[in-house]
């Protein structure tokens, strides 16, 4: 037998799902795997609705549409209600939502997991066969006999997870690049006020202030209790004798976190700063 409840135990706890498929054979396979995981509540390369959604003890049921319905109405939304046995409630929806979406809205016990469809085994396969599954939304063909596409599935693996990597440093020392703190959006967000709940639970409250200073292709962050006064600006003395030209880093007596710029693709400083509610320096 089969550890079913084991997978999907780890399938409702995972950030991201690989489906290994075979490209030589049937392209079924993916439409039974995805029934059966979402008829364990498991909804594949979906977002929840915009739904929400109250339980209370009196008042009766509350309805309020903001965009026009097109595949449910209202007669069909108390009856949903009913057959539940909710009486009293109060139900906002803000989009266009079906029967089903409705149904997940009520259950509350459905776990939204992006799922990326991985095809082996390409090299058996034809160069029409490939390209039509390489333009698949959420697919990507690979070859683990011939090692083709590896490399391209591990890039793809860390732009869909949208991992954030940052980097501690102490003052007078080197950053610590062995053990970085990871930030994703699915778990709690990539902003400075979750990497300050990660390191200590009291960071954020103590901290008020944030400094920025720039070195090369890193950002550096500095945190604070108190307003932070940055040196003036180093100008380098060239041999020459000419005038130097000043630099971009911002000395600060603190204790810094370190994010290099190129794994942060989507995260403006301006993102960066206002994630803590802190003053930006710069």
Request: aromatic share 6%.
């Amino acid at each position: 037998k089969g550890r079913g409840r084991q997978v999907i135990a780890v399938c409702k706890s995972a950030d991201l799902l690989l489906m290994v498929l075979d490209a030589a054979k049937s392209h079924g396979h993916r439409d039974i795997l995805t029934r059966e995981l979402e008829s364990c509540g498991i909804r594949l390369n979906k977002r929840p609705p915009n739904v929400y959604f109250k339980l209370k003890k009196t008042g009766g049921v509350s309805v309020t549409f903001m965009v026009s319905l097109t595949k449910v109405d209202e007669k069909m939304v108390h009856r949903i209600l009913h057959e539940y046995k909710i009486h009293h409630c109060e139900l906002l929806i803000r989009e266009d939502i079906s029967v089903d979406d409705l149904i997940d809205v009520i259950e509350g016990n459905r776990r939204y997991v992006k799922c990326l469809y991985v095809y082996n085994k390409v090299d058996v396969c034809s160069i029409e066969e490939v390209d039509a599954i390489a333009r698949k939304e959420m697919s990507i063909p690979i070859s683990c006999y011939q090692k083709l596409n590896l490399d391209g599935l591990l890039k793809r693996l860390w732009e869909e997870m949208a991992l954030v990597r940052v980097y501690t440093k102490k003052v007078g020392k080197k950053p610590d690049f062995e053990e970085p703190v990871v930030l994703t959006p699915d778990r709690g967000g990539i902003d400075v006020g979750r990497l300050c709940d990660t390191v200590h639970r009291d960071m954020r409250k103590e901290l008020k202030y944030v400094g920025l200073s720039t070195q090369s292709d890193s950002l550096f962050l500095s945190f604070s209790e108190r307003r932070l006064r940055p040196e003036k600006k180093r100008e380098t003395r060239p041999t020459d004798g000419k005038k130097g030209s000043q630099s971009n880093e911002l000395t600060l007596r603190n204790e810094s976190a370190v994010f290099p710029l190129p794994s942060l693709p989507s995260l403006g400083i301006q993102q960066v700063c206002a994630g803590l509610g802190a003053e930006f320096q710069a």
